[in-house]
């Protein structure tokens, strides 16, 4: 499994950010292997129109590599914030020499697709109560769910 969320590393939990920091890079290994099995053209058609959860999730930001490395740095960035100590993956840069650019989109999420990363969030706050964490702190779960369903609110 390979976390991407689509909310500001801010307002995610130590766990999240944690898991989505280690797991992000793996997409750019994904995608070289991809072309190299299947070549360029076959490996972009079988990339999903739009966002999802569960089977194609991954799939879907193979041609978004230019979200996918911003994500990664705003991450480190908020690592760095909350004054963590994690090993940098800096690497990643290297890949867009040995990468086809048509791999190297942007991306800006739909309010649709961030309500849907919004309700994964939200599913896995609810599944373990007082156990997520923000800056080192046990979070109050209503009050950081209620801020969650706030960001879909604000991006109207």
Not at 42 to 64: C, E, N, Q, W
Not at 133 to 144: F, P
Request: some cysteine; charged content about 30%; overall charge positive.
């Amino acid at each position: 499994m390979t976390r991407i969320n689509l909310i500001a590393p801010k307002d995610l939990t130590d766990q999240h950010l944690f898991a989505e920091f280690r797991e992000i890079t793996r997409i750019f290994k994904l995608v070289q292997s991809a072309v190299a099995k299947h070549g360029i053209s076959d490996t972009l058609k079988k990339i999903p129109s739009s966002y999802r959860l569960g089977a194609g999730h991954v799939l879907f930001f193979y041609d978004k590599l230019g979200f996918i490395e911003k994500r990664y740095f705003a991450l480190k960035e908020e690592l760095i914030a909350r004054d963590y100590q994690f090993t940098p993956k800096d690497s990643i840069v290297g890949f867009r020499q040995s990468i086809d650019s048509r791999f190297y989109q942007d991306y800006t999420p739909t309010k649709a697709d961030l309500t849907l990363s919004i309700e994964r969030l939200l599913e896995k706050i609810a599944a373990k109560p007082q156990w997520y964490r923000k800056q080192g702190n046990v979070i109050d779960d209503t009050v950081y769910q209620e801020g969650l369903k706030n960001l879909i609110t604000d991006c109207n």
